[in-house]
């Protein structure tokens, strides 16, 4: 006989958790540009992309994790334009990057990762609320809805419009409004230990952290953790909602 539950509300980190680049990100803004008529090597791309991420990140901790969407649309633009670098001329970046905004609204630029489906479907019959909480822009809505997903939820908390980003404390504070439970009956999972894993275990929340088991044991992670979300969701979930 199962035992009382000990989770009502899972929260979900959407890029990197339960969505996927398709068929991966250096290969969209490779084929994109390649539309423009400039070729550029995936392989650079990808080594220039991560670089570009990691001054993003400092960008948004030196603006106090404030959020919304011309901040984000800007963000965005200084990323392709240090990840393409002097591959693609300044006065040929915007127009290249309008259409690879727009490219990454479409479903065809994501894909779901391995067992999202399969958590969410049982975590509904079990009648847990479920939730997404997000660094996104106002594209993230047209894309679930494109990728047949978003009814699925009970909520939506989306940094643009709350008006601060993971890991400042005011996002996790309106999931957890929107939620209706308690941050210690409140599961979240995520991939990034600084923006989803470390902030909502200090906020009080259980966590589900979703990363290879290097990086999980590097950090001396001793919550709840997976490479990956499960295809066989019953074993996996029935002790994370149990206790």
Avoid: C
């Amino acid at each position: 006989m199962r035992g009382p539950r000990a989770i009502d509300a899972v929260l979900f980190d959407a890029g990197g958790t339960i969505l996927r680049v398709k068929p991966s990100v250096e290969a969209v803004y490779s084929d994109t540009a390649a539309l423009h008529g400039f070729r550029v090597e995936p392989s650079a791309i990808l080594r220039n992309f991560k670089s570009a991420w990691k001054r993003s990140l400092e960008r948004s901790k030196a603006r106090d994790y404030r959020s919304n969407d011309d901040i984000l649309r800007e963000e965005w633009f200084e990323i392709v334009k240090e990840t393409f670098g002097e591959s693609i001329p300044g006065t040929r970046i915007r127009a290249l990057f309008d259409d690879l905004y727009e490219r990454f609204i479409s479903s065809s630029a994501w894909s779901l990762a391995p067992g999202t489906r399969e958590s969410i479907r049982y975590l509904r019959e079990e009648g847990v609320r479920l939730g997404i909480l997000s660094n996104w822009d106002s594209r993230l809505r047209k894309m679930l809805a494109q990728l047949e997903i978003d009814r699925e939820f009970d909520f939506l908390v989306i940094s643009h419009e709350v008006g601060y980003e993971k890991p400042h404390a005011l996002i996790f504070e309106e999931a957890l409004r929107q939620a209706g439970t308690p941050a210690g009956r409140t599961l979240h999972v995520g991939d990034s230990y600084e923006a989803d894993i470390l902030p909502a275990t200090q906020l009080g929340l259980r966590t589900l952290w979703i990363a290879p088991e290097s990086e999980r044991s590097a950090r001396g992670h001793e919550g709840s953790g997976a490479e990956s979300l499960p295809t066989e969701p019953e074993r996996f979930w029935t002790p994370i909602l149990g206790g």
